[in-house]
């Protein structure tokens, strides 16, 4: 892998002159007067010719305006547009699924044939090329809720003629996403905040779509706070979530709350925490030393149910837009513009003294009339039973697709290139001026011209470009070049050579994963490779993961699916040599395994702990498959966390064990249980234990004393039983991976994996105090897609008696093996990490 270090960012600064040897020159010292002379003479005549037109852009106008009219481009009426959207669903692949209208059985398609049409001028066609160029090396964040999110997948479908970008994934915060333009150096981002403050489910075992949540007004929401600093234009939203119980917190206190329905709570109406949200997010903009964007807030979207609210029957089936005459702003919606209108001049005018812009994205006018732009019930399959309508979001196209052509003739106004505010009128006879556009756009280019030769005939050596030191740590070219890709989001794409050993160079595939050894007669689930969507993820180089961990130690822990990706490691390395079984010297448990690699002095361990927390059956008697289980989710497993210190890199896991029956205790005592059915104790979700056993895992690695290791979490590793559980005779027959339109991750699987990454990102800041790190090694995407890599049946010998499927665990040789693959790029990306931080000590 080729690391390039900019020379912005390098500790050695070369001047250009010193590269040519003493006394060579461009330039004699009398041709080098002579031309700065005729430069200042031609530069004195042509200034006064650009400040005549005072700057006038060259470019065209954003908007075409009547003569003697100013034009406000959010006032006005939707009018018929029969060539209609921009795209479609197949020409965009970003659009998410509770959007895709079309996809899911929307019979009619005039709602997509309407166009916006200001009073007073024509709202230009939105030009994804002209976008991009305004927006080159610049960065741009959506903040809000869903619709936030609604509004930047229109965005990117829109620039979808122009480029596809590559996903970029945000370990901290994942349900934001943010997308890269490579050929335009564009970031847009999208940062999920429903109340833009800091927000907190009321229950942590709820988490209900109307569950009470507590608002801390006056604290920004870290997802976006932590991140916003560096983005160029920041479009701020929120709504619908404000209509929902809530308790208000200001100064950590309770100051009231709405539809708490608590006697000693001041009730308060939702408009109290909407302005102070607003209020809270424009200040902390004020306020963030390093931020200098440009801030948009874009207006209320009104939703549309008739006939009843989304929980009691209500739908949007209208097929066209409305008169406004038909259909106004009401409720609470008209109140909730006023208070967004207000806080932004508070803002604007705040902002003046630092130099800072907002800006007000108006799209609630035209969105008002749109009753017909709504999923209503076409946001998932027709055979899903969907019985609550959406209409809230906006179909994909849709009339959403209006606010982006709005913000990107609001991005023309901010271009230096364009007038700040409507352009000028156009001459009446239509015939150009003595100073219309081409003379202007002659005058500009060689002002432009002159001043960049200026510095080049100032230069009396020659700007010989010096070349980017680079180290070389192997064959990673694809993932080094392209330092914004996700590896972890992609496809499984066809891969004729196999895989990389089999059951015959492998003698360490243990009987339950070793597939073809009993009788599995497929073999096309071994004949794919994981393609990430912006590069190419390099072939597994067993040599070169043994020199990265050459005197080091791996300890993997967790459950017998992290046992399972250790013998794929051992399989992958046992093409270059075997290690030293040295489990004797430590225990008999054959459930706790030590390797010993003697020409590498390596070390490899699995530490068995399905629960990461100590765990007792609750039967005295003994264990059973499926018995009850008591877990102490404060106390970590020593089997694990008393060996673990002295190790170089922990990965660390668990799953499926948490479906079983549980009794959950802390500081000793009951605090609930999943599926004990007992009358006594209450019932939580298996989440509660799952996101408890990770935290005081991670913080028992906090609070070792001499660990100084790198841990790894190891996302969660989806199970694919179809025709019933595991236990009802369910099974895994499918021979090759799924499509991404085939399978998603939804229900459990979901919640597990946001559970873990929670986790790993409150430990992430915990443990910079401590200068520990802490890493996603996020297998699940690429996991969910593969019902075909499970043993099934075929884990024992066909003799044995065996009814029930594994759809748990992974054969080996298989789909297993991308996760080690993704581990080799982490370590070999810790390296360029730990290379940059020793330059950076060097250099300071």
Request: aromatic fraction near 12%; glycine fraction near 6%; charged fraction near 20%.
């Amino acid at each position: 892998m080729d690391t390039h270090f900019s020379s912005s960012s390098s500790p050695v600064k070369v001047h250009l002159m010193e590269l040519l040897p003493p006394g060579k020159r461009l330039l004699s010292n009398a041709t080098m007067k002579i031309i700065l002379v005729t430069i200042a003479l031609f530069l004195l005549a042509m200034i006064p010719l650009n400040l005549f037109s005072h700057f006038s852009s060259p470019w065209p106008s954003p908007v075409s305006t009547k003569p003697g009219k100013k034009c406000d481009i959010f006032r006005g009426k939707w009018v018929q547009y029969p060539k209609g959207p921009y795209y479609t669903n197949v020409t965009c692949r970003h659009i998410f699924e509770h959007q895709n209208c079309m996809k899911f059985g929307r019979p009619d398609t005039e709602f997509l044939k309407w166009r916006w049409k200001p009073d007073e001028c024509e709202l230009p066609l939105f030009d994804a090329a002209q976008f991009l160029e305004l927006v080159r090396g610049k960065s741009m964040a959506f903040i809000g809720d869903s619709l936030a999110r609604n509004q930047m997948e229109s965005l990117v479908c829109l620039l979808a003629s122009e480029g596809d970008p590559i996903a970029v994934y945000n370990i901290k915060y994942p349900l934001s996403k943010s997308c890269l333009y490579t050929d335009y150096n564009f970031t847009v981002a999208s940062f999920w905040s429903p109340y833009l403050v800091k927000d907190i489910d009321a229950n942590p075992t709820a988490g209900t779509a109307n569950s009470l949540m507590n608002v801390f007004v006056d604290e920004a929401h870290e997802a976006w706070m932590s991140q916003i600093e560096k983005f160029d234009y920041v479009i701020v939203s929120a709504g619908i979530w404000f209509l929902k119980p809530q308790v208000y917190y200001e100064n950590g206190d309770i100051v009231g709350c709405h539809l708490c329905h608590t006697k000693k709570v001041t009730n308060l109406t939702p408009l109290h925490g909407y302005r102070k949200a607003f209020q809270t997010t424009f200040r902390t903009l004020l306020r963030l030393k390093n931020f200098k964007g440009v801030t948009f807030l874009r207006t209320v979207s009104p939703s549309h149910f008739e006939n009843g609210e989304w929980y009691t029957g209500g739908h949007c089936v209208r097929t066209k837009p409305v008169s406004s005459k038909e259909m106004r702003l009401e409720g609470l919606y008209p109140e909730m513009y006023s208070t967004q209108v207000e806080e932004l001049k508070a803002a604007e005018k705040l902002g003046r003294k630092r130099g800072l812009k907002f800006r007000l994205l108006d799209t609630t006018e035209a969105m008002v009339v749109r009753p017909d732009g709504h999923p209503s019930y076409y946001a998932k399959r027709v055979d899903e039973n969907v019985t609550r309508a959406d209409c809230v979001h906006w179909c994909l196209p849709g009339p959403i697709d209006t606010w982006n052509e709005l913000l990107l003739q609001m991005l023309k106004m901010e271009d230096r290139f364009f007038p700040m505010r409507v352009p000028a009128i156009e001459p009446p006879n239509g015939k150009n001026t003595p100073h219309s556009t081409p003379q202007k756009v002659i005058h500009l280019s060689l002002t432009l011209i002159l001043l960049t030769l200026i510095p080049l005939c100032l230069m009396n050596r020659s700007p010989t470009p010096v070349q980017s030191p680079k180290i070389h740590t192997g064959g990673s070219t694809s993932l080094a070049i392209k330092k914004k890709c996700d590896m972890f989001s992609g496809r499984w794409v066809p891969y004729p050579n196999g895989p990389y050993y089999t059951n015959a160079t492998c003698r360490e595939i243990i009987p339950q994963q070793n597939c073809i050894k009993f009788g599995r007669p497929d073999t096309e689930f071994l004949k794919w490779r994981w393609k990430p969507d912006g590069c190419e993820l390099p072939r597994f180089d067993p040599v070169q993961f043994l020199e990265l961990v050459r005197g080091k130690s791996i300890g993997f822990v967790g459950d017998s699916v992290g046992r399972n990706q250790m013998q794929s490691l051992l399989c992958l390395l046992a093409n270059v040599t075997y290690p030293v079984d040295i489990s004797y010297k430590y225990t008999s448990d054959t459930n706790f395994r030590r390797w010993f690699y003697t020409d590498y002095k390596f070390t490899l361990a699995t530490f068995w702990s399905p629960f990461l927390v100590k765990a007792k059956d609750a039967d005295p008697k003994g264990h059973s498959f499926n018995n009850l289980m008591n877990l102490h989710l404060d106390t970590v497993d020593e089997a694990w966390a008393a060996q673990i210190e002295n190790f170089d890199y922990v990965i660390i896991s668990a799953g499926q064990w948490f479906f079983r029956p549980l009794i959950f205790y802390e500081k000793g005592q009951v605090v609930g249980c999943h599926g004990c059915n007992e009358k006594n104790i209450t019932e939580v979700t298996k989440f509660y234990g799952y996101r408890k056993a990770f935290r005081t895992s991670f913080r028992t690695l906090q609070n070792l004393k001499n660990y100084k290791g790198l841990t790894f979490l190891r996302t969660f590793s989806p199970a694919h039983f179809e025709n019933g559980a595991w236990n009802e005779g369910g099974n895994c027959v499918r021979t090759r991976p799924f499509t991404k339109q085939e399978m998603k991750l939804d229900d459990y699987n979901l919640e597990f994996y946001l559970t873990q990454v929670e986790e790993l990102r409150a430990a992430e800041r915990e443990g910079r105090k401590r200068g520990l790190e802490f890493r996603l090694l996020d297998v699940t995407e690429a996991m969910v897609l593969r019902p075909d890599g499970h043993p099934n049946h075929y884990e024992h010998s066909p003799h044995k008696n065996v009814t029930i499927a594994d759809c748990v665990h992974w054969c080996t040789p298989g789909p297993i093996d991308t996760w080690n693959e993704f581990l080799l790029q982490m370590l070999k990306m810790e390296g360029e990490r730990s290379f940059d931080g020793t330059l950076q000590q060097k250099a300071g």
